[in-house]
């Protein structure tokens, strides 16, 4: 347990609305990251970040923007959610400095009707 | 760009047999490896991690993997597998990434699911 905590963990939400995801830590872990999760697909990179202000775009990043103005909080927001963004999201956390192991946060699941 | 391919996509063995999973994985530099495991409805477990070194690495649970650079191979063993262990397995590869310059961006195979027959 890496002291990440996601919330919500569950919500449904309709075509065209914003939604917002958090990503909390307790530990002040410099390097955070959101993931999706979708069947076959295993997990992919969405965003990350290195620092409070400091994002850069992952894998797949269109339709989702990032925030960090503090460091335990990393927000993830579909500024108009589509279907297709139905999906378990994970946010990571990176111990030691960056180049360490990720560890995960228990999950958002989304739906997007 | 880095790659993970796992090529099995559900594996079944009984309890107390023997278990490989397979993990190739395609980077141009010595990557960074992991397995995680992921039960129902749960995160994800960092089961072991490869970054340099012996080639053979030990886990929690009693797994382990060997790192086979000639093959590009990451292979998740267990010489006996619990009921337990029924879950998703995945391997990943890791690079550094710029302009952070030391956040490692992992990719990740698209799982193996494993049941355990008693």
């Known amino acids: 347990d890496a002291g990440i905590t996601q919330s919500p963990r569950h919500k449904v939400t309709e075509t065209g609305t914003p939604v917002t995801l958090r990503c909390h830590q307790t530990?002040?872990?410099?390097?955070m990251y959101w993931y999706r999760q979708d069947p076959g697909h295993g997990l992919r990179l969405i965003h990350y970040?290195?620092?409070?202000?400091?994002?850069d775009k992952g894998e797949v990043s269109d339709g989702y923007s990032v925030s960090r103005s503090k460091t335990e909080d990393f927000l993830l927001t579909l500024e108009s959610a589509t279907s297709s963004q139905t999906s378990v999201y994970f946010c990571?956390?990176?111990?030691?400095?960056?180049?360490?192991?990720?560890?995960f946060g228990p999950g958002t699941r989304l739906t997007v009707l | 760009a880095q790659s993970v391919t796992q090529p099995d996509i559900h594996i079944t063995v009984s309890e107390g047999a023997s278990l490989e999973l397979r993990c190739n994985y395609s980077?141009?530099?010595?990557?960074?490896l992991f397995w995680y495991v992921q039960s129902p409805g749960q995160g994800l477990q960092l089961l072991l991690k490869?970054?340099?070194?012996?080639?053979l690495v030990q886990g929690i649970k009693g797994f382990e993997a060997e790192f086979k650079r000639s093959q590009s191979s990451f292979n998740l063993r267990k010489p006996s597998v619990h009921w337990s262990d029924a879950a998703e397995y995945f391997c990943?590869?890791?690079?550094?990434?710029?302009?952070?310059?030391?956040?490692?961006?992992?990719?990740f195979g698209s799982g193996t699911q494993l049941t355990v027959l008693p």
């Open positions: 990571a956390i990176t111990t030691n400095g960056g180049a360490d192991t990720q560890y």
């Open positions: 530990e002040n872990h410099r390097y």
């Open positions: 970040s290195y620092g409070v202000k400091d994002t």
């Open positions: 980077y141009g530099a010595t990557p960074y």
């Open positions: 490869y970054f340099s070194g012996d080639t």
């Open positions: 990943a590869v890791g690079r550094t990434t710029f302009p952070s310059g030391s956040a490692r961006q992992l990719t």
